[in-house]
């Protein structure tokens, strides 16, 4: 009865992994901005169509935490088999996320970047794709061992997240007093000031943050 219901194009989910992230901490918590829906929203499993073929898929699902969810198959891919269900689920919102903000902010080969929260979901797969696209690339972090997490990915140059001050002075510095092109935001207060001032006259602040977002105007 429950395939029965089924669109065309949805399907049954019965989830095996699902992948938590910043998002999902400001919706249990009561901060996110207008309706989240519900938690979790990426997973990974075995997807059954209208037709009863299945087949093991990730991407978006409503309600993901049940044990067997609901989703529109455009909203979900195949799952390469070399990957497991545990790895998939971490790729949806924060993959997306990233090219989005990219393809928005006009990133191209050479281009001067700042990615905050660089050790973060959004900020580890933004600073792949900065790479990927040949940008010159500052990362900012806080404790130490995420520093040395940004090591790995030879990100070279890396500034605080925690002090919009030493991040405005160490950015100046390794980028030569040169303005930025690109600045890939999550971080609020004085950090967004500072990205603003960092700017060269045609740079573009992408704003992905939930907390102290300034209006348009």
Partial sequence: AYLGSLGEEEVLLRVQAVGLN???????????????????????????????????MFGLADAPLASVSHSVELFLGPKPASMSFEEACTLPVTWSTTHVAMERGCERSGDSSVIHAAAGGVG??????????????????????????????????????????????????????????????????????????????????????????????
């Fill in 22 to 56: 910043f998002r999902d901490v400001l919706n249990v918590l009561g901060e996110y901005p207008g309706d989240p829906g519900p938690p979790g929203a990426d997973a990974a499993g075995v997807a059954t169509k209208s037709d009863a073929s299945t087949q093991h």
């Fill in 124 to 217: 580890f797969k933004a600073v792949e794709y900065a790479q990927w696209l040949g940008a010159s690339v500052v990362g900012t972090a806080g404790r130490p061992h995420k520093h040395a997490q940004l090591r790995t990915m030879t990100i070279g140059q890396m500034c605080s997240s925690r002090d919009a001050s030493a991040f405005a002075v160490g950015t100046a510095r390794l980028f030569d007093g040169h303005r930025l092109h690109c600045v890939l935001n999550s971080l609020s207060i004085d950090f967004i000031s500072t990205s603003f001032a960092l700017l060269e006259d045609s740079g573009t602040l992408l704003e992905i943050g939930k907390r102290g977002v300034w209006s348009q105007e």
